[in-house]
């Protein structure tokens, strides 16, 4: 599985970006992890259906993770920003919770202060 992400930037404390992962397949569960400089990934969010969504508890409130099935599209909405959430974000794919994981290239977002 090919996934593409793109949207990354840079934005201020307290901002919004939005970042968006084409897969080459279609249904799955779709979401995103994260890596910090000097840390480790950590998942941010996912979703299997258009209603099945999870978050990790320090993005709940602030990030959406939406899709488009039909263009085979996710979607993260991150709102009020703060300078922890820089890092790179990965997208990934499986095909079902027990399936081998497809990642992304990752896309950068740096918040500021």
């Known amino acids: 599985v090919q996934l593409q992400a793109s949207g990354g930037g840079l934005a201020q404390a307290g901002g919004s970006l939005t970042l968006s992962c084409v897969a080459s397949?279609?249904?799955?569960?779709m979401g995103w992890s994260r890596q910090a400089p000097g840390k480790m990934r950590e998942w941010v969010a996912a979703?299997?259906?258009?209603?099945?969504?999870n978050y990790a508890s320090n993005v709940e409130g602030r990030f959406t993770i939406s899709r488009d099935t039909a263009k085979k599209t996710v979607f993260l909405q991150m709102t009020s920003l703060k300078p922890e959430d820089t890092a790179i974000y990965y997208c990934y794919w499986r095909r079902h919770q027990f399936a081998t994981q497809s990642w992304g290239q990752g896309t950068l977002v740096t918040v500021s202060s």
């Open positions: 979703i299997s259906t258009p209603s099945n969504t």
């Open positions: 397949e279609t249904g799955g569960i």
